[in-house]
């Protein structure tokens, strides 16, 4: 291989260590399983689960029949080539999984639903788990997840009429009141990590992932590097040892979130791994953009929407059903039919006023699911077989007008936030133009002094080689500037 040759390919390797397989949507399937296989075959080298990614456990599962069956072709020697994450925090109390003591719920208040818990024996009983499912001796990082949902959890409660404040001060000293106690959980539970740590059960070390750390100061889930620095040294002299084996961070970094560049920064002055976590995925303004441009990429929105529009609104005009027929001859059911009709009607029209509204397919989804499907459920018992598929089909067109506009408002949302997007196909690049490579690239190009690498969630196969591509492009000209430096 010519020198120039190995120095692109060296350089496109760099790119690619750099990217980390962010697993939060990954399960035991074959196509996600393949997708593990493909990143591994790549020279992806970093994987991030969680137990309550997937149903107790799921994501870990399937990262370790993955890395089993790795290790099983290239031998038990390239386990040390591979770092494997997990958390602990979030855990549901069942099928043998700790309760868990000084807990909170999460989202349902249901005996069986997800709970939160930073108890040092919440931890050693998740971490067995963790290791039981990844099929593995050790992890090499054991995260603290988003401890800020302590505070979380008092303001929900609030919101919810759960716990009243008489005003904005009582809030306040509560939240004061729950930081003074985060704190000490954190002590507690670094402490508890160091003790893992020293039995091998960590390879590397710990650290936190939080939602918190890019939020300003002012914000009521803001999680402040300073604090869990101290708490992490106290921990760690409560251990027996001389310095705390804090070794990285992770927190939301993206084109519309980029409060966590100071905090990243700060960690990296101090030694500490930094991985941006979300890059294509961004909460701002009070929506969830998908960072992603490909169903607007031709210019115009797809076909086919107000055909669909027009024949569902017609199979549910109740004029047309009962033409001709009077008021007072219909039946009972008739009446009711009819006004089943003028529901479903004027639920399309809602729909129709809120098309442009979503920024996320996600948003879409759960309208779905929260409002739309129970109100038809309640309105009809049944439907005919052509006000079904008539139904089904305007539900698919306006899922792709969704996407499409989600698209084209996520693209004005990062040019309001400054940033220059490429138009077409820049210097003969693959992909120029869209938004989801110009993101990556922002993250590997614009600010890698103050990254350790990207975390990216990538459940199908083509995912893997549209990321590597990118990442082995930025590795190679990346390589090239310093080498004409």
């Not at 099928?95 to 639903?113: F, I, Y």
């Not at 709970?115 to 009983?125: A, D, N, R, T």
């Not at 529901?343 to 920024?359: A, G, K, P």
């Not at 614009?446 to 975390?455: A, D, T, Y």
Request: hydrophobic share 40%.
């Amino acid at each position: 291989m010519a020198p120039a040759s190995a120095a692109a390919t060296a350089a496109a390797a760099i790119g690619i260590r750099r990217i980390g397989f962010g697993c939060a949507r990954i399960t035991p399937s074959p196509p996600h399983l393949q997708a593990l296989a493909a990143a591994l075959k790549h020279g992806i080298r970093l994987f991030d689960t969680a137990p309550n990614y997937g149903h107790i456990g799921a994501s870990e599962r399937a990262v370790g029949q993955a890395l089993a069956k790795h290790f099983q072709e290239t031998g038990a020697e390239c386990r040390d080539e591979v770092t494997v994450c997990t958390k602990f925090g979030y855990f549901q109390p069942a099928e043998g999984h700790a309760r868990g003591p000084e807990r909170v719920s999460v989202g349902s208040k249901d005996e069986g639903g997800l709970q939160f818990s930073l108890h040092p024996e919440v931890m050693e009983h998740e971490l067995k788990g963790s290791l039981e499912r990844l099929q593995l001796e050790a992890v090499d990082l054991l995260y603290v997840h988003n401890p800020e949902h302590f505070l979380a959890d008092i303001l929900l409660r609030h919101e919810t009429g759960e716990r009243s404040f008489a005003d904005d001060k009582g809030l306040a000293a509560a939240m004061q009141e729950e930081r003074h106690k985060l704190k000490d959980r954190l002590v507690r539970a670094f402490e508890a990590l160091e003790g893992a740590v020293a039995r091998g059960k960590i390879r590397k070390g710990y650290g936190v992932s939080s939602n918190g750390f890019g939020l300003s100061s002012k914000e009521g889930l803001h999680l402040s590097l300073s604090m869990v620095l101290d708490a992490a040294a106290e921990g760690a002299k409560r251990a027996g040892k001389n310095a705390p084996s804090l070794r990285a961070i992770q927190l939301p970094l993206n084109l519309l979130e980029p409060g966590g560049l100071v905090v990243a920064a700060q960690a990296r002055a101090k030694g500490i791994e930094v991985y941006a976590n979300r890059p294509l995925t961004a909460v701002s303004q009070g929506g969830l953009y998908r960072l992603v441009n490909k169903a607007a990429a031709g210019g115009e929105p797809p076909e086919g929407y107000m055909e669909a529009c027009r024949t569902a609104l017609e199979l549910f005009n109740p004029s047309f059903l009962f033409e001709g027929k009077a008021e007072e001859a219909l039946a009972e059911e008739e009446k009711e039919t009819r006004e089943g009709c003028r529901i479903i009607q004027e639920l399309i029209r809602d729909m129709n006023r809120q098309l442009t509204s979503f920024t996320s397919t996600e948003s879409y989804t759960q309208e779905l699911e929260r409002r739309i499907i129970p109100l038809i459920a309640s309105t009809f018992e049944s439907l005919d077989e052509s006000a079904a598929d008539a139904l089904q089909v305007f539900f698919v067109k306006y899922g792709e007008m969704v996407r499409y506009h989600a698209a084209v408002r996520a693209v004005e949302a990062c040019k309001t936030a400054g940033h220059v997007l490429e138009e077409g196909k820049e210097r003969g690049r693959e992909g120029g133009g869209l938004l989801h490579e110009y993101a990556l690239r922002w993250l590997l190009e614009k600010i890698p002094r103050q990254l350790s690498g990207v975390l990216v969630g990538m459940p199908q196969e083509a995912y893997v080689h549209d990321v590597v591509r990118i990442a082995e492009g930025c590795g190679r000209e990346g390589g090239s500037e310093k080498g004409r430096k």
